[in-house]
């Protein structure tokens, strides 16, 4: 917020979609480019100045830099913050399409958050005898 | 001619999967103690129910999100948080009362001592869920269900007076009984017929079934026409309750009683076909509330889930229902008396309602979701009615349970 009394300059037109963070990003459900649900989008990262920093003129605008999840989602509930190396980020990169859902132009099987779906596969769902049998 | 069999499976599994533990209960107990003057709870019930099922149906239809997706999406993740606390913890009250009711109906058939048969009811769940197809559990617990129309039977046999059976259906409250247990038993039986797992299942079912927009007109059928016929086979348990049971002055509080006037109308015949259906309804929404407890806590976290992949894909979600089985095997391992363990449920659910029907009326009506298919003018205003019946169930059942002492 600017101290002095000169009002902000309206923010400049952009093309394309806008995007309203709340209401079109965050507790949507993310999946992979197979469909397969990945998580929910729990937080959102952005790029800039720290918090309480100094904001100087022509400091270029902060952009989306990530998707979050993991403790996020409990800190955000209930207060705090995790520390940055506990944050389980999807790239923004690497989302292709965001519509009702927000789909992910690579597979889920390599991203950071899938890694407790993964460990409860290979350590206990997988090795009950079963638990690879397709259904259909 | 192979759409119009399906058709006709679909409304035959609607009917027979409309009764599970909590209407077979409340129905025999409103039944025993207010005889047929709560026919219309029943009938507001299951108009509600149709009004929901087939919107949270539609919203999965239309946009491919389940109910509790959407929950979370429209309320965020703290309310949504608060909302699956509730909603969870009613549903796996539910499924503790199911497998009871499952493990009373075979100590019924067989004699052994209901304790012994929990565990056994427990695996078969899980196995179902573990490895049978979702529309064959659906189809075949579904029918079998339908032998508890030998509830209408038997009402039929008993040969009642017919005039004064008509007679109790008004609304009014009987000599004996007070108006605050009479208001603590109709949201009960409101709870009953509108469980909000239902709704779980039904939107997480159209997924599972990948139904589309063109699929609607099947389900709507199915609803429109099973959910009010299973209404009426709820009112058949009542209206044996009330033939056999209120002039005796007995107030159901087992299983045993509740089937008990189709013994005294049916004989051993209908005494097998009830057992079979008791069996069968239980553990029909045995499947449907274990399902139903990992579907909300998948669709909150955003786990795969799905009884159509393999379970290896779906890691967490049937991990968690291998938990809530082990945790409702724990808490009937107490000894706790399933039947008291479904008369708490009902009334829980008549309180959780709001929590899922607001959101999906909300959804209903967003174009980003539902596109051209957005609630019409009709169903809205349908809509908000019964969000204030809802709303009104739900704020005085907390209370009418202290005032009534839960109904006693």
Not at chain 1, 48 to 61: F, M, Q, V
Not at chain 1, 105 to 111: A, F, I, W
Not at chain 2, 61 to 78: C, D, K, Y
């Amino acid at each position: 917020m600017t101290s002095s009394g000169d009002s902000l300059v309206p923010a400049p037109r952009l093309a394309g979609r806008t995007l309203d963070a709340q209401l079109h990003l965050m507790d949507r459900q993310v999946l992979d480019h197979d469909g397969v649900p990945v998580t929910t989008v729990d937080d959102l990262e952005l790029s800039g100045p720290a918090l309480e920093a100094e904001i100087r003129p022509g400091t270029p605008a902060p952009v989306l830099t990530a998707l979050l999840t993991g403790p996020v989602l409990g800190t955000r509930i209930f207060g705090g913050r995790p520390p940055s190396s506990r944050l389980i980020r999807i790239p923004w990169e690497d989302v292709a399409e965001v519509d009702v859902v927000l789909k992910l132009g690579v597979s889920g099987e390599r991203l950071d958050a899938g890694w407790v779906e993964r460990w409860i596969r290979d350590k206990i769902i997988a090795r009950i005898p079963g638990g690879r049998h397709d259904p259909r | 001619m192979k759409r119009l069999l399906g058709v006709a499976l679909g409304i035959l599994t609607a009917i027979g999967g409309f009764v599970d533990i909590g209407d077979l209960v409340t129905n025999a107990v409103v039944g025993s103690r207010f005889g047929l003057s709560m026919v219309w709870v029943v009938g507001v019930g299951v108009v509600g129910i149709c009004l929901f099922a087939n919107m949270s149906g539609r919203v999965a239809a239309a946009s491919g999100r389940a109910t509790f997706e959407v929950i979370r999406e429209r309320l965020g993740a703290r309310a949504g948080l608060a909302n699956l606390s509730a909603s969870f913890l009613i549903n796996l009250m539910t499924v503790t009362a199911e497998i009871g009711g499952v493990a009373l109906a075979l100590q019924l058939a067989s004699s052994v001592n209901y304790l012994l048969w929990i565990p056994v009811a427990a695996v078969a769940v899980w196995l179902v869920i573990w490895r049978v197809r979702f529309s064959i559990m659906e189809n075949v617990t579904g029918l079998l269900g339908l032998t508890l129309v030998v509830f209408a039977v038997a009402l039929f046999l008993l040969k009642p007076d017919w005039g004064s059976l008509a007679g109790q259906l008004a609304p009014a409250v009987p000599e004996h009984e007070t108006f605050w247990t009479y208001s603590y038993y109709a949201i009960a039986l409101f709870g009953a017929a509108m469980t909000p797992y239902e709704v779980f299942f039904f939107s997480s079912g159209a997924v599972e079934e990948g139904w589309s927009v063109k699929d609607l007109v099947q389900s709507r059928v199915n609803v429109l026409v099973g959910f009010p016929l299973g209404g009426l086979l709820s009112v058949a348990i009542a209206g044996c309750a009330a033939v056999v049971l209120l002039p005796s002055g007995i107030a159901v509080t087992s299983l045993s009683q509740v089937i008990l006037p189709v013994a005294e109308g049916a004989g051993k015949l209908g005494l097998a076909f009830v057992l079979v259906g008791v069996v069968a309804a239980t553990f029909g929404a045995a499947l449907e509330t274990t399902l139903s407890s990992g579907y909300t806590l998948a669709q909150y976290f955003g786990w795969s889930w799905g009884k159509f992949r393999r379970p290896a894909e779906a890691a967490r979600f049937h991990l968690a229902m291998i938990v809530c089985l082990l945790v409702g095997l724990a808490v009937l391992a107490t000894g706790v008396d399933p039947v008291l363990v479904t008369e708490y449920s009902v009334v829980f659910s008549a309180i959780a309602l709001p929590l899922t029907y607001l959101p999906v009326l909300i959804v209903a009506n967003d174009p980003q979701y539902m596109g051209e298919h957005v609630n019409g003018r009709a169903v809205n205003v349908l809509g908000m009615v019964y969000l204030v019946i809802i709303l009104v169930a739900s704020l005085a059942a907390i209370p009418l349970m202290i005032v009534t002492g839960a109904g006693s």
